[in-house]
């Protein structure tokens, strides 16, 4: 009895590899879509017109010290305000 259990499952999981197999292969065989130009402005993003040339660098930070304006100073703090008072533990 076993046997033959062993035998069923054996062909009965087989199925799915089958169906996977025959889906991806399917998707394969497939020629992708090509739209005339009409991505709705999601197409890929155009590259630099000189691949070899490097980028440009980012701008400076502002300079702080002696030689320019002291940074400015820190925003004044703020308490929040307690809702009741607490009471004595004993």
Known sequence: MTTWTFIWLMVLLKIPIVGLFVIVRWAVAQAPETAPQQDGGIGPRPGPR???????????PPRRGPHDDPSPAAPARVRSVRSRQRLPRG
């Open 50 to 60: 000189d691949p070899h040339h490097p980028r440009s660098r980012l701008p400076r």
